[in-house]
């Protein structure tokens, strides 16, 4: 569905939709900017809500702890955290404590009335539990038990919808609500990409995946070749083949995006001036629907694939 939230254009010409930003937990990424453009943004109309990883708290949470974080890779060769029990908890509090209070609070600090959301309350983000993945070790595949994740399926738009229509902007945290049964469920840690990619599909909405580099280059090593616009078959194509490591799992977030019903995503540098602006003004790499898509084809596809391991 789309439209939720959004705001007139200026010209009365028709509507813009909402703007879900996916903010970075890495140590690299400041949200600083992000936080001042939200400010911005939700004073001149436009309704925005903010999905935020947190690696880096997690990480130090884990290390004052004294537990060692563990990391598999998938056949698709994609790299996840893997939550065992004991993970899972010290997750949870960082991530729907300590971060997204924090970035609440900043929220709050720069007038935005923001409201603090793990994807478990209301069953925000909602899908089955995956407590056995498929990983890749010593270039053999295994079967690793004992794990605590999942990918969303459900997003209950209708939650983000009255709160957007009531003047407040969601602050949505991993982890999500892991249905193990037809009536129950626990929380479980989901790759906060690929939530940002649900409530963006859900809500019909522009995505900035904000990260600490410019965007997806051509050439990894090479800063000058910035792919700037996608918005063909053949062009998604080079993209695919472009992404390399933690990038990855950012354009497979796009797709996701795109294919249930997001009107665009671009992946830009959140340390830059103004980076959400900068990004709603074609700064990154903007993937546009037309790639992903066959417009005529009619429907949206599958609201979200789901994949191995999720970080």
Same mark, same amino acid.
């Given at each position: ?55 880096? &708290?997690? @990480? ?21 955290r893997f939550t065992d029990a004991e993970t899972m908890e010290a997750f949870t509090m960082a991530m &729907? ?6 970035l609440v609070t900043a929220m709050k600090n720069a007038g935005v009335d923001a409201v603090g959301l ?9 899908? #089955? ?17 004992? @794990? ?12 983000? @919808? ?11 945290? #991993? ?29 019909? &909405? ?66 830059? =001036? @103004? #980076?959400?602006?900068? &990004? ?5 790499? =903007? ?25």
């Amino acid at each position: 569905m789309t439209g939720f939230g959004s705001a007139p254009l200026a010209d009365g010409s028709g509507e813009v939709p909402p703007v879900v930003v996916k903010l970075g937990g890495a140590r690299a990424v400041d949200p600083a900017g992000a936080v001042g453009d939200v400010a911005h943004l939700v004073a001149n109309g436009r309704s925005v809500v903010v999905v935020h990883g947190g690696s880096t &708290a997690v @990480d130090d949470l884990l290390d004052r702890l004294g537990i060692e974080s563990e990391y598999v890779e998938t056949p698709s060769g994609v790299t996840g955290r893997f939550t065992d029990a004991e993970t899972m908890e010290a997750f949870t509090m960082a991530m &729907a404590g300590q971060v997204n209070t924090d970035l609440v609070t900043a929220m709050k600090n720069a007038g935005v009335d923001a409201v603090g959301l793990s994807g478990v309350d209301g069953g925000l983000l909602t899908g #089955p539990r995956k407590s056995a993945v498929r990983v890749v070790e010593d270039g053999k595949k295994k079967i690793k038990r004992g @794990d605590h994740s999942g990918t969303p399926k459900r997003v209950n738009d209708g939650l983000l @919808d009255t709160l957007l229509a009531d003047g407040y902007t969601p602050v949505v945290s #991993p982890p999500m609500f892991g249905m193990e049964s037809e009536s129950e469920g626990t929380p479980v840690n989901t790759d906060a990409d690929r939530a940002a990619a649900a409530v963006a599909g859900g809500l019909g &909405a522009e995505l900035v995946i904000l990260t600490d580099v410019a965007g997806v280059y051509a050439d990894p090593d090479d800063p000058d070749t910035l792919i700037e616009s996608v918005a063909t078959e053949a062009a998604y194509d080079a993209l695919t083949d472009a992404a390399e490591g933690f990038m990855t799992r950012k354009v497979m977030a796009a797709t996701e995006a795109l294919e249930s019903g997001a009107a665009a995503v671009t992946v830009a540098d959140a340390n830059v =001036r @103004d #980076p959400i602006l900068a &990004a709603l003004d074609e700064a990154g790499t =903007r993937i546009e629907r037309s790639a992903v898509v066959d417009e005529n084809a009619g429907g949206d596809g599958d609201a979200v694939a789901e994949t191995e391991v999720d970080g």
